[in-house]
């Protein structure tokens, strides 16, 4: 008996119309978005006198003299890690405040938690800006002037990481605690051992936010640091610009500087920036 010869199936196409203007869509968002790197770039291997000439994207002159500049007129390795010091440290108190606050919030009952959490909440309709003033007077008063721990202290509780977290928390079954605490596991070693775990996505993604937001952070740190050594990266490279007035070249290759680490981290853990969002809720708000 013989067996039937299999019959030959016309392969699909990988590519279907929607994906291909899909793909065209992104490729025109990215140039679009790339086009300020890729510009400032140029500026900063072009000459000053051929920056402000008629608009190119090539040098005509290709130097390195405006990126020595700027290291040469400041310390760029220690305010580096200034900066890295700072927020580091940072993301990784927001990290414990943040999860804590907002795991206490969504699972445990005590007197005055809708207050508490009104307080909390209120803290996302005030500007950093505004709490400048007390903050300082606070940070000077403990005598936390010109030290890490005054730029450090102050960024360590926002009230939207807290939110972020607390709305997470809410949405993992509890079913899974029950079974625990029926197995003997207490509060906290739920919470360290369970409910972190799951949490991963979520905690990663206010981490990157925290991190970018904590290296970003010029007015604060300018405020509480008078010594040059303390400078983080933005104050430091601010600093230079103002010594140099407006000098393009020198301004370009000191904003690319700054923002470097920054594109690192978004290119290494963009996957992560975008997971936690989806896992967060924040897409749909």
């Not at 020595?68 to 580091?88: D, Y």
């Not at 360590?156 to 003997?184: H, N, T, W």
């Not at 500087?257 to 975008?274: D, K, N």
Request: glycine share 6%; with cysteine.
């Amino acid at each position: 008996m013989t067996t039937p010869s299999p019959t030959l199936r016309k392969p699909r196409s990988t590519w279907t119309p929607a994906q291909i203007a899909l793909t065209v869509v992104a490729l025109v968002l990215s140039v679009i978005w790339m086009a300020p790197l890729v510009w400032a770039l140029s500026t900063s291997l072009k000459t000053p006198a051929e920056s402000v000439a008629s608009p190119h994207w090539i040098p005509k002159d290709l130097t390195l003299d405006s990126w020595r500049k700027v290291f040469e007129a400041g310390n760029i390795p220690n305010w580096f890690v200034n900066s890295l010091v700072v927020s580091v440290c940072v993301t990784f108190v927001v990290l414990l405040v943040a999860s804590l606050a907002g795991y206490g919030f969504a699972r445990t009952e005590f007197r005055g938690k809708s207050v508490l959490m009104a307080v909390t909440m209120a803290g996302l309709m005030f500007s950093p800006a505004i709490l400048g003033v007390p903050l300082f007077t606070t940070v000077q008063s403990l005598g936390m002037v010109d030290t890490y721990w005054g730029m450090i202290l102050p960024q360590c509780a926002p009230a939207a990481m807290v939110y972020i977290l607390y709305k997470f928390f809410q949405s993992l079954p509890r079913e899974l605690e029950e079974a625990a605490f029926i197995d003997g596991a207490g509060r906290w070693r739920i919470f360290f051992t369970l409910v972190l775990p799951l949490s991963k996505p979520s905690l990663s993604a206010v981490g990157i936010f925290t991190f970018i937001a904590s290296w970003n952070n010029f007015l604060w740190p300018y405020m509480v640091t008078n010594n040059p050594d303390l400078m983080t990266m933005p104050n430091g490279i601010a600093t230079v610009q103002n010594a140099f007035g407006i000098v393009w070249p020198q301004l370009m290759a000191g904003g690319l500087i700054a923002g470097l680490p920054l594109i690192v981290v978004f290119v290494f853990f963009q996957s992560q920036i975008v997971r936690g969002v989806a896992h967060t809720g924040l897409a749909g708000q």
